[in-house]
């Protein structure tokens, strides 16, 4: 679109742009096409724009994606683009702020990417709220006002370095591109803005916990000039992590690195299991296909030799009905990466089934409930379920949860027919011991409805 067709667009919406929603449309087509194109989009992808105004940008993808998803925060454009792509099926717009729009109604359409020219006045919100992990997305293209882009890719030592560059790029690698002047905007603004594109990161960070992460990193730019060792918790063995962190004690926040961030967290994490993943060695009861006891083997032969042995998992509700689900650690030997039951586990030699939900509860979840765990469905060893007796139990829980990183990598409440559309579009998302467990509990007479009664 042209400057002269934007400015119509936005005459027949009744639109007069608006400083404090920071309304600022990009009007230059070839900068337009150019944003676009480091999308890398196929024919195969979804994409989430964000703030798609008009449609300058959305008009490149129409047709050339399997889905378009537009979220526009102004309800005026969000009519005139609903109108405009009345005949495209592969297009959704929802009338929604982009900074409070629920991410879960997402992951079903994966592979998903993002792009967004975002507000000026809530552009860091909706980065909040859609880029950080748990998220579904590949790939992400964002235009920003050109100070916030510096701040997201910025490193150590530098004036910019900060919160909000570590927490954007524990998840992100940001890869500044180009600058993009005010005449390129309708109006103009009256600074510069800038494009990036952020891919995951895969390096190798170790698991940690998060909210620990984003608590030391709140302390240590507190102050930034403070020497970091004056600002940790009361008790923190400083001396001690500073030399594993090959540091000076005297060394400031701003100083640290990505890694060194991650590091001092994992320091700090008091949680027993953040190291294991698992133990080779544990000793399992091993079983026969009535799940008599005939035996007891380690984990690792019991799993190398696929003997019979038993399992737990728990489905957590929360009030509203949601189910907790659990993004499974990269360290996990079985099904790294994908999406499982709240908790799972398998039962001690001589443990009870009921015994291991209600300790697995605890170590995975940190959920100490008075409620007991019911019994729901009991399920047969098969290669789904890694030759596991399984029963599935589920519970009720609406605190927070806290769970070992090496184990869990992260940890949502979905709503079921969001997990229903979820599961029949991508299976593959999802450890195979948790589909089992879920067309079980969808068999037994509406055990999932009930909870939201």
Known sequence: MTGREIKDALDRAGVLPSKQLGQNFLIDPNMARWIVSQLDATADDAIVEVGPG????????VGKVRRLILIEFDARLAAALTERFRDEPTVEVHHADGAKFDIRTLFKHRPLKFLGNLPYSCGGAILKNLLTRPHPFERAVVMLQKEVIDRLAAGPGTKDYGILSLRTQVDWEVAPQR????????????IDSSVAILRPRTSGLLPFDRRLFDELIRRGFAQRRKQLKKQL????????????????????????VLNQWVELTRCCDPNPLKDLPQKSGEIFDVVDENDEVIGQNTRGEVHA???????VHVFVFNKRGDLLLQKRSMLKDA????????VSG????????????????????????????????RIAPSD???????RLYRTHHSGSVRFPAAEVESATWFPIPEIEAWIAARPEDFASGFIACWNAARAGSATLESTTR
Do not use: C
């Open 54 to 61: 008009t449609g300058s940008l959305s008009e490149h993808l």
């Open 179 to 190: 600058t993009v002047p005010p005449e390129a905007f309708y109006p103009r603004p009256n």
């Open 233 to 256: 918790p009361d008790g923190t063995p400083w001396e001690e992590i500073a030399a594993s962190l090959g540091v000076p004690v005297t060394v400031r926040g701003e100083e640290l």
């Open 305 to 311: 030799r696929k003997l019979l042995h038993r399992a």
């Open 335 to 342: 099904h790294p990466g994908v999406w499982d039951s709240s």
């Open 346 to 377: 398998h039962l001690n030699s001589g443990e009870s089934y009921a015994a291991a939900a209600t300790r697995e509860l605890d170590e995975e979840m940190g959920i100490q409930s008075a409620e007991t765990p019911e019994e729901i469905a």
């Open 384 to 390: 789904e379920t890694g030759w596991e007796h399984v």
